[in-house]
Nanobody, 115 residues
């Protein structure tokens, strides 16, 4: 049963922007801190940003000032607005709760930033 579905990835030039979306089941979304994670082949998955039910946010140092996480509690959706993208942001992006739960990992969405 798919409970988290990511979308919005793509190919963009350095300096460009993308907005990722993650649709979640209500049971997951309404009761959890939500996070965006990313993974590059050969490296561990890392937390990019997280947002509490009340809207408090935390960002990885590498994306502070460039990325913005938000959530729409009416739509059970969490977003990641990514601006000033860099080639090193290239990764597969996933959403999950924070802390993450193994059962919730989806397919992710690929973000590729060309230089």
């Amino acid at each position: 049963q798919v409970q988290l579905v990511e979308s919005g990835g793509g190919l963009v030039q350095a300096g460009g922007s993308l907005r990722l979306s993650c649709a979640a089941s209500r049971s997951i979304f309404s009761a959890n801190i939500m996070g965006w994670y990313r993974q590059v082949p050969g490296k561990q998955r890392e937390l990019v940003a997280r947002i509490s039910i009340g809207g408090s946010t935390v960002y990885a140092d590498s994306v502070k000032g460039r990325f913005s996480i938000s959530r729409d509690n009416a739509k059970n959706t969490v977003y990641l607005q990514m601006n000033s993208l860099r080639p090193e942001d290239t990764a597969v992006y996933f959403c999950n709760t924070w802390p993450s739960r193994a059962a919730y990992w989806g397919q992710g969405t690929q973000v590729t930033v060309s230089s």
